[in-house]
């Protein structure tokens, strides 16, 4: 394992990071050491990041070193070497950054599961208010030309995650900018890693702007106080049941819930859905025709309804969003300090790693390990069914967790993997009981952090 931090090597680093882009900075590295384990830089820049040394773990076998926290600790490693400012929060350190050794951990992720399971029953009919939406949009522009997706799914994603877990839809309170006022948030805390703003900004004053200095906090101050007001009134039952169920502060709460919500549940449906498109759409009609067949199929058996069970017998439909999740997990990278002085075995050999060393598992690789999956950096939709193909979910690591296993209070797994899976099988499910084949083209990257998608064609089902 090599490489030493300097002004130069991190300015390398940076460069190649944006430039090559992730997938090629990382693969670069361990083609270079001929190892899946190496020690590297990570941005972003030195005025954002103290420390930039990493040890990236590549491969399915040591990439599992990071589930571990009895060998890892996660205390304010979320997003990786740096940690936003947290007057972002009302300076206070959301869940995301506890390790799970710290008491607050256990009572909000305990919060987390009681709003889960207390709206479970919203999920289905709120995704089908917001995204029917979505489409009837598309099918309104789309005679006047390519309609792009990224846009439209940000406002339904926002709405979506607010309505089925607080029963409130932010752009009919607030208005049309809701969604906007997340993503200035968002922007604040994830420019360092963004990439490609604008095509009229030059390369070197992005890369000062949002790679080499944290932006103010206080840009996005408006914005977090709409939402803050928007969460305590449409929150208030929840907030309630934090301080009488789960002893947690009305602030805490309060913060945490809009964190859940606004971060970790809709920037990733944010990311996940023109993910789940990119992938549908390069699989081409004759995936979607087995997609119309099943989904059609067993809806109609369930009278005609989407329902959980109807959802539970879509084999191919689930083997599709593991597949995407498995490619492209919207959450890129894990991180986490080593407790102790340990060892990391991968595949071939086996490697000394000090304690307080930070590691840094890069998940598109870790789940292309062409030693686990046949065919690994294709696209196999029906990858995961049957019995040998539900065997390889053990290896599907988006969530911070195998896919086997299931987040509790004393580990680091989302809390919403289980929701993530329902809304993507509702998601593709949704597509084909409304079409019978679509195209779209995938165009470049968004921040560089979501596949910018376009829509050139949809084809109504029908039968309809």
Not at 71 to 92: A, D, M, Q, R, W
Not at 213 to 222: I, Q, S
Not at 258 to 277: C, D, E, Q, V, Y
Not at 304 to 310: F, K, N, V
Request: with cysteine; hydrophobic share 40%; proline share 5%.
């Amino acid at each position: 394992m090599a490489s030493q931090f300097s002004l130069r090597s991190m300015t390398v680093c940076t460069i190649n990071y944006y430039f090559q882009g992730h997938m090629g900075y990382f693969k670069s590295h361990a083609t270079k050491h001929n190892s899946t384990v190496v020690r590297l830089n990570m941005p972003p820049g030195i005025f954002i990041s103290r420390n930039p040394h990493v040890i990236a773990v590549l491969d399915a076998k040591s990439f599992r070193v990071l589930f571990d926290p009895s060998k890892v600790e996660k205390k304010n490693t979320f997003i990786g070497t740096y940690v936003p400012p947290l007057s972002l929060y009302s300076g206070l350190r959301p869940m995301a950054y506890l390790d799970t050794t710290e008491q607050l951990h256990s009572s909000l992720k305990s919060f987390s599961f009681h709003l889960l399971a207390s709206r479970k029953s919203q999920f289905i009919l709120t995704f089908h208010k917001a995204y029917s939406s979505l489409f009837d949009m598309v099918e309104a522009k789309i005679a006047s030309g390519p309609v792009e997706f990224n846009g439209l799914n940000q406002s339904s994603a926002f709405d979506f995650t607010c309505n089925a877990f607080l029963g409130a839809v932010p752009s009919e309170v607030i208005g049309p900018s809701a969604s906007n006022k997340a993503a200035i948030w968002l922007l604040l805390q994830l420019h360092p890693l963004a990439s490609r703003l604008t095509k009229f900004i030059p390369w070197p004053i992005e890369d000062l702007l949002l790679h080499c200095v944290p932006l103010p906090p206080c840009l996005a101050h408006g914005s977090y106080k709409t939402l803050e007001e928007f969460f305590s009134r449409a929150g208030e039952s929840l907030l309630e049941d934090a301080a009488n169920k789960f002893g947690l502060s009305h602030d805490v709460a309060l913060h945490n819930l809009i964190f859940m919500t606004s971060f970790n549940a809709n920037a990733g449906f944010k990311i996940f859905m023109p993910i789940l498109l990119k992938w549908l759409a390069h699989a081409g009609e004759t995936l979607h025709g087995k997609l119309v067949q099943e989904i059609r199929s067993v809806v109609k058996s369930s009278n005609g309804t989407i329902t959980l069970d109807a959802l539970e017998k879509m084999e191919l439909t689930k083997s599709v969003v593991w597949e995407a999740l498995r490619l492209d997990p919207p959450v890129e990278s894990q991180f986490g300090h080593a407790r102790t002085d340990l060892i990391i075995e991968s595949h071939d050999t086996a490697f000394r790693v000090k304690k307080g060393e930070m590691i840094c598992g890069y998940q598109p690789l870790a789940m292309r390990d062409e030693k686990v999956f046949k065919n690994a950096e294709e696209f196999v939709a029906n990858r995961f069914v049957g019995g040998q193909g539900k065997k390889l979910l053990e290896y599907v690591y988006w969530s911070n967790g195998p896919e086997t296993v299931s987040s509790t209070v004393g580990n680091k797994q989302c809390p919403g993997k289980d929701m993530v899976i329902l809304v993507g099988r509702l998601f593709v499910a949704h597509l084909f009981l409304r079409y019978d084949t679509f195209s779209a083209v995938h165009d470049g990257m968004l921040l560089g952090l979501e596949p910018r998608m376009v829509f050139k064609s949809v084809k109504k089902a029908s039968d309809q």
